[in-house]
């Protein structure tokens, strides 16, 4: 039997997960990274932390099945973190700073600069997103900025730049390829997605040269071999990558336009499928690749929201209100509502549709009669809330249902709360990890085992279907708004 090995690199761990070419399930394994906040609004991830913790989770997982995994029936596909930006020197390999990650906010007065300058209309045009520090040029062009010797090395030849698939592909081969797939390049904010290039004008806008930027290629095209630092005593073949939201609407099957999802993680991500041909976005959210396949690239409209399960991770480890976020559900529901009592989480500032990265986060509605259940309960309710935030600018107020994926798709009142606010079905699947599904269908597509999206529509298995509750006090949706609103005015 064949193997396919998924790499799930998210924001706080890399995941390496094992499936057969039914798209099985077999095995999992996990290594947490750790997150660097040098300053107010930095977060910084160390890239080969990173890719010593994919080999080693490749490692755990071939030691639990190693009676199964020879190099002749294995190959290697991955899903990934988007935006974040690593640069390191070609020659040593080493990169010259911590990557950048999606969540920081260093590139917040650039940002308002370009944007004052009238560059705005320019950038959404060709890379179908905002001028936001969410994106990786501005991470690239702050490292070449800051760290010493660095701009001269990019002018010179010797740095290369890349998301973290390109790190990891980059590392797996040796530094024999250079690659990230049309999704990534389509987060960076240097690449036109029209001409499904880099864009010249954007990197000189950015003041990145061409030389330091990979070759695109397509989702399930082929990217090398590697023997996983002498994990597989022959090389496997590399065959599909593509970024975390990207995988999950392959995973979850969002071939037609018109689909969508939302995926649940670090932050959370809303995708509708367009079509193959690109839109402009409504206001607040972008147009990205949705991802290119069996010779076909389809466009998506997304958001994307910097704090979900991040809030519940930061209720665990800094507030040390539970231990886990699984206890949270049981508190949550001991309590009939929120108390009055809103969480903003905007700790990286807000992301779509408000788009505003300067803002803080805020507790709102305290009094005396709140308790911990109120607190929790609200925070569960803050991602329910951001998620219709961005489905009623996406859609016009609904969908005929969106699929979800994630760990926190496993909180019951969450899922149903979150069908009561959007008015549609809430479609649960079968695997947690619809990102790492999605870069399986691309392996498969890349080495020939399928040859058409009806072959594989039949492996998504839906486990549960939340529908909206018959009557809902949509009230509490007013009260987020008005949340919001006082947080947006009190950072002006």
Same mark, same amino acid.
């Given at each position: 039997m064949n193997y396919i090995i998924a790499i799930d690199q998210s924001t706080s761990a890399t995941k390496a997960l094992l499936f057969d070419e039914q798209c099985r399930l077999l095995a999992r394994t996990s290594v947490d990274h750790r997150q660097y906040y040098p300053q107010t609004g930095w977060v910084e991830h160390d890239a080969e932390e990173i890719y010593n913790n994919m080999v080693e989770a490749i490692r755990k997982l071939k030691e639990m099945v190693k009676s199964e995994l020879s190099a002749s029936h294995c190959s290697l596909c991955l899903t990934n973190q988007r935006e974040t930006a690593v640069?390191?020197?070609?020659?040593?390999g080493k990169p010259i700073a911590n990557a950048v990650v999606w969540q920081d906010t260093r590139g917040t007065q650039m940002c308002n600069d370009l944007r004052s300058l009238g560059y705005s209309s320019m950038v959404m045009e060709k890379s179908g997103l905002l001028i936001d520090p969410n994106f990786s040029a501005t991470g690239v062009k702050w490292l070449l900025d800051n760290v010493d010797g660095a701009r001269q090395l990019a002018e010179g030849g010797q740095l290369l730049m890349g998301t973290i698939d390109t790190w990891l592909v980059w590392k797996l081969t040796g530094g024999r390829v250079h690659a990230t797939d049309t999704t990534n390049a389509s987060r960076t904010m240097l690449f036109n997605i029209h001409t499904m290039q880099w864009d010249d004008d954007l990197l000189r806008l950015f003041d990145i040269p061409r030389s330091m930027m990979p070759e695109v290629r397509a989702c399930d095209a082929l990217y090398g071999e590697t023997t996983v630092e002498g994990i597989f005593d022959e090389p496997i073949q590399i065959a599909g990558v593509l970024g975390d939201s990207h995988g999950a609407l392959v995973g979850q099957m969002c071939f037609? $336009?018109?689909?969508?999802?939302?995926?649940?993680?670090?932050?959370?991500?809303?995708?509708?499928?367009?079509?193959?041909? $690109?839109? $402009?976005? $409504?206001?607040?959210?972008?147009?990205?690749?949705?991802?290119?396949?069996?010779?076909?690239?389809?466009?998506?409209?997304?958001?994307?929201?910097?704090?979900t399960g991040a809030t519940l991770k930061w209720i665990c480890d800094q507030l040390q209100l539970i231990e886990k976020p699984s206890q949270m559900e049981a508190l949550a529901t001991s309590v009939p509502d929120n108390g009055g009592v809103y969480i903003v989480p905007a700790f990286s500032g807000l992301g779509a549709p408000?788009?505003?990265?300067?803002?803080?986060?805020?507790?709102?509605?305290?009094?005396?009669?709140?308790?911990?259940?109120?607190?929790?309960?609200a925070a569960l309710e803050s991602i329910a809330y951001q998620i219709k935030d961005l489905v009623d600018v996406m859609s016009g107020g609904g969908l005929r249902e969106i699929c979800a994926d994630g760990g926190p798709t496993k909180n019951r009142f969450l899922m149903q709360f979150q069908a009561d606010m959007l008015g549609t079905p809430v479609v649960c699947t079968e695997v947690d990890d619809a990102s790492a599904f999605g870069a399986v269908i691309m392996n498969g597509f890349a080495r020939g085992l399928w040859k058409s999206f009806d072959?594989?529509?039949?492996?998504?298995?839906?486990?549960?279907?939340?529908?909206p509750s018959a009557a809902v006090d949509m009230s509490v949706y007013e009260g987020w708004r008005n949340a919001v609103g006082m947080v947006i005015h009190s950072n002006r």
């Open positions: 640069v390191w020197n070609r020659q040593t037609q $336009p018109g689909s969508g999802k939302v995926t649940y993680g670090t932050g959370s991500s809303v995708m509708i499928n367009i079509g193959e041909q $690109p839109q $402009p976005a $409504p206001e607040g959210l972008v147009t990205s690749v949705g991802f290119t396949a069996l010779g076909k690239t389809f466009y998506g409209f997304e958001g994307n929201i910097y704090s408000w788009w505003q990265s300067g803002v803080k986060g805020a507790v709102v509605g305290l009094t005396f009669m709140a308790t911990k259940a109120h607190f929790l309960r072959e594989v529509v039949g492996f998504r298995k839906v486990t549960e279907v939340y529908t």
